[in-house]
């Protein structure tokens, strides 16, 4: 597939699976055996069910998650995305009840393809500023230390 073929699949993720919430088109565009290497996520499971279950956790805790492509470079079988999640935390979030902040989360998600698919993923964003923006870790220098 071109660079350009690629980009379309990462792209109609994001916009349809992350950002309009139909988590059942990730069916059509992640690997059945997907796997998902985020150090803020460790065990998530394989495949678009594993896919749907990750990202359901985040927009059930944000109800206003979007997140933003800021940028998009492919080559080969890659495309590497840099992204900014935005959200209220309306809903909890695994062992955080809901805080009523909103966040500015930035991040890196980098996509493999193969046969039309995502085949493979490694996502690293900034846990620890979410985390702070929500007031469940302190800021340094701002109290609570």
């Not at 940028?71 to 890659?78: L, S, V």
């Amino acid at each position: 597939m071109s660079a350009e073929e690629n980009k379309a699949i990462v792209r109609r993720f994001f916009d349809e699976v992350c950002n309009e919430r139909k988590l059942n088109v990730a069916d059509e565009l992640i690997a059945a055996t997907h796997t998902l290497h985020d150090p803020s996520i460790p065990g998530a499971k394989p495949g678009p069910q594993g896919l749907k279950e990750t990202i359901s956790v985040y927009q059930n805790a944000f109800n206003d998650a979007h997140w933003a492509v800021e940028d998009m470079i492919a080559e080969g079988d890659k495309v590497v995305t840099r992204w900014t999640g935005h959200g209220t935390h309306t809903g909890e979030l695994p062992g955080i009840p809901q805080t009523g902040k909103q966040v500015n989360v930035p991040g890196i998600w980098i996509f493999r393809i193969a046969g039309g698919k995502i085949a493979e993923s490694w996502d690293v964003w900034d846990t620890l500023g979410m985390m702070q923006q929500l007031g469940v870790i302190p800021v340094p220098g701002q109290g609570g230390e």
